[in-house]
T-cell receptor, first 113, second 114 residues
Framework: GQQLNQSPQSMFIQEGEDVSMNCTSS?????WLWYKQEPGEGPVLLIA?????ELTSNGRLTAQFGITRKDSFLNISASIPSDVGIYFC???FGAGANSKLTFGKGITLSVRP | SQTIHQWPATLVQPVGSPLSLECTVE??????LYWYRQAAGRGLQLLFY??????ISSEVPQNLSASRPQDRQFILSSKKLLLSDSGFYLC?????????????FGPGTRLLVL
């Protein structure tokens, strides 16, 4: 089946630093999604990407849909303590009822004040 | 705007007891609905999805079942809970009828089986 690779499992950065997270796969996806999950809550959508090469920003967040359709990255600039959480990438392939969303295992981000 | 609710937020159940978790969506019609389990705060495992009332697809064999008695209601059940059923259960919805739509998650239910 399709798998998404997110590594490392954890990242530790200093407040104010920029951080980049990658998500890779051997499979092609039609849609890439990035979610953030805080402890005890459901994942919240950060950015959705629908076209190869697409670059989208949401405040301090920027994400890109890789040109090969097999990868995506998420950048967070000028990190702040509330950026702490687990960041999941998700890729979707297929159409209609046969479309499936595959999740990476997530990266836990810690921000030191 | 659309909202998704899950009930209860937290549940502690003995082994062998039944389970019923509820998910409801507001502000949309004919959504696709999903149940995920997340173990140890990481990794989302798709358990069931539904494209319409009474239509349930199971992704993995397990001790759980799902039902969709109404368009915007999705229920996760078990007749007899196992210790391994403990985890964080997430319901999600997406627009129906199309492919590769964004999924939106509910707040989750934390289940502890003792």
């Amino acid at each position: 089946g399709q798998q998404l690779n997110q590594s490392p499992q954890s990242m530790f950065i200093q407040e104010g630093e920029d951080v980049s997270m990658n998500c890779t796969s051997s499979s092609i996806f039609n849609t890439w999604l990035w979610y953030k999950q805080e402890p005890g809550e459901g994942p919240v959508l950060l950015i959705a990407l629908y076209k190869a090469g697409e670059l989208t920003s949401n405040g301090r967040l920027t994400a890109q849909f890789g040109i090969t359709r097999k990868d995506s990255f998420l950048n967070i600039s000028a990190s702040i303590p509330s950026d702490v959480g687990i960041y999941f990438c998700a890729g979707c392939f297929g159409a209609g009822a046969n479309s499936k969303l595959t999740f990476g295992k997530g990266i836990t981000l810690s921000v030191r004040p | 705007s659309q909202t998704i609710h899950q009930w209860p937020a937290t549940l502690v159940q003995p082994v062998g007891s039944p389970l019923s978790l509820e998910c409801t969506v507001e502000g949309t019609s004919n959504p696709n609905l999903y149940w995920y389990r997340q173990a140890a705060g990481r990794g989302l495992q798709l358990l069931f999805y539904s494209i319409g009332i009474g239509q349930i697809s199971s992704e993995v064999p397990q001790n759980l079942s799902a039902s969709r008695p109404q368009d915007r209601q999705f229920i996760l059940s078990s007749k007899k809970l196992l210790l391994s059923d403990s985890g964080f259960y997430l319901c999600a919805w997406s627009r129906g009828g199309a492919g590769c739509e964004t999924q939106y998650f509910g707040p989750g239910t934390r289940l502890l089986v003792l």
